[in-house]
């Protein structure tokens, strides 16, 4: 019995995976091209679009603007930089 090393057997792998695709790629290639479609995502009338009315009626309360701007770097370090798993300093030194 012959013996065949590695080489030879993905040679031989490539080529027949190569001819089994070779009747699905000759028959996608004589059909004819297909029509691009445009998808639009289906969007509910009045979501995401709010008029001038509704922005004046719903304005942002100044308090929570205010403890945004002053806690965007505590924010920042406890999603950010911290978030990663086994990635922050307390992580280093108890592993």
């Known amino acids: 019995m012959p013996s065949i090393d590695r080489r030879e057997f993905c040679l031989a792998l490539g080529a027949l995976s190569g001819a089994a695709m070779l009747p699905t790629a000759l028959r996608a290639s004589a059909a004819p091209p297909l029509r691009p479609r445009t998808l639009r ?3 509910a009338p009045g979501i995401g679009q709010a008029s001038a009315d509704q922005q ?3 304005p942002r309360p100044k308090g929570k603007m205010q403890w ?3 806690a965007r ?3 920042f370090i406890h999603f950010g ?3 990663l798993p086994a990635r922050g300093e307390w992580v280093q030194w108890h592993e």
């Open 81 to 83: 930089v911290y978030a």
């Open 56 to 58: 004046v009626a719903a």
């Open 73 to 75: 770097f505590g924010m």
């Open 41 to 43: 995502p289906p969007i």
């Open 68 to 70: 945004w701007r002053e």
